[in-house]
């Protein structure tokens, strides 16, 4: 007789940083397939200073094109400190191909830098 285990899963997170220099769409890492990203940590280790707005998006890059603040929206770094993040998208399964995770800072900035990290989950569904 076979035995069907449904929500095996393994918890991960991916890590990068950012910089004041990061005022493109950053390629961060790539999360894999069917990933459902739990959640999404912004600790800054700097202060971003310089510029008009100390503003970090959070984005996701895709067959579909680049949606640069699909995951948050101008997350405050112009402190040193974990930052307050709003996530917009989460919980969701993303494609069923590996997807890019993004970041961009506001430009003008002469100082900063902060840890990014996306925590997330891969269903399995294993059949014995």
């Known amino acids: 007789m076979a035995t069907s285990i449904i929500g ?8 990068a940083t950012v910089t004041y220099a990061d005022t493109d769409n950053t390629d961060l890492f790539d999360l894999p397939p069917n990933s459902y990203v739990l959640g999404v940590l912004v600790d800054v280790v ?3 200073s310089g510029g008009e707005s100390q503003l970090l998006d959070i984005g996701i890059k895709n067959l579909a094109g680049t949606d640069e603040d699909y995951f948050a ?3 405050d770094v112009s402190a040193a400190n974990r930052a307050s993040v709003t996530a917009l998208k989460h919980g969701i399964k ?3 191909r590996p997807v890019t995770i993004t970041a961009k800072v506001a430009s003008g900035d002469t100082a ?3 840890n990014i990290a996306i925590c997330y989950v891969n269903l399995g569904i294993r059949h014995h």
Do not use: M, S
């Open 112 to 114: 900063g830098e902060a």
């Open 8 to 15: 095996k899963f393994e918890e991960l997170c991916k890590l």
């Open 46 to 48: 700097t202060a971003f």
């Open 94 to 96: 993303l494609d069923d």
């Open 73 to 75: 929206n101008d997350i």
